[in-house]
């Protein structure tokens, strides 16, 4: 099927553990982002990608590593999870920057312990 | 990136009723985006006004900016129930990413 879908929809994992989420796009979009949601914060950036092997910071990039070899793929990865970053997960992606709406996947809810 | 500050942050409205919420920015812009995100769901696209338009319209949606006051506006006339949602403006210079605020939380009582 054509879109952008996540996995795990939900994760529950305990502190310390590495936990990857996933991000998978049909479309061949250069860009790819992820956010987190919060209560009280909004949508905040964690980290985007331009293109293969292209990835920038965005607005709360600490505890969070991503990578890009696909075009198609961008995993997020918690290297050693903290109850801070249970959240809400989301993966959007778009064509360009210039004029274009972004994509948006159906989240991850990751509960830390 | 800039954000945009939608106000207010939350309204409470009657079916049939129209519902007006505002956002504001702090810098030009090449265009600027309204989103929707119904109840633990990922964001949608809704429309898209450019700098040089004044006003757009969508079905039941219509748009206002007015780049002097950098401000927006997004209108639904005659809300449905299914219009409960969170509604999010993203001002953009057209090369950075989208930076989405807290939104205004609309619910629309049948």
């Known amino acids: 099927d054509a879109g952008i879908t996540q996995s795990p929809r939900y994760k529950i994992t305990e502190t310390g553990r590495q936990v990857t989420l996933m991000c998978h796009q049909t479309w061949s979009h250069s860009y790819m982002f992820w956010y987190r949601q919060d209560l009280g914060h909004g949508l905040r950036l964690i980290y985007y990608?331009?293109?293969?092997?292209?990835?920038d910071k965005g607005e709360v990039p600490d505890g969070y590593v991503v990578s890009r070899s696909k075009t198609e793929n961008f995993p997020l990865t918690l290297e050693s999870a903290t109850r801070s970053q249970t959240s809400v997960y989301f993966c959007?992606?778009?064509?360009?920057?210039?004029?274009?709406?972004?994509?948006f996947g159906p989240g991850t809810r990751l509960t830390v312990l | 990136s800039q954000q945009g500050e939608e106000d207010p942050q939350a309204l409470s409205i009657q079916e049939g009723e129209n519902a007006t919420m505002n956002c504001s920015y702090k810098?030009?812009?090449?265009?600027l985006q309204w989103y929707r995100q119904n109840s633990g769901r990922g964001l949608v696209h809704l429309i898209l006004?450019?700098?040089?338009?004044r006003e757009k319209h969508s079905g039941r949606l219509r748009v206002t900016l007015d780049t002097s006051k950098k401000s927006s506006s997004l209108l639904i006339t005659a809300s449905r129930a299914a219009d409960t949602a969170s509604y999010f403006c993203?001002?953009?210079?057209?090369?950075?990413?989208?930076?989405f605020g807290k939104g205004t939380r609309l619910s629309v009582i049948a």
């Open positions: 990608s331009a293109a293969a092997d292209i990835t």
């Open positions: 993203a001002p953009s210079s057209g090369n950075t990413p989208l930076v």
């Open positions: 810098t030009s812009i090449n265009n």
């Open positions: 959007a992606t778009t064509p360009g920057l210039a004029g274009n709406e972004q994509f």
């Open positions: 006004i450019r700098s040089n338009e």
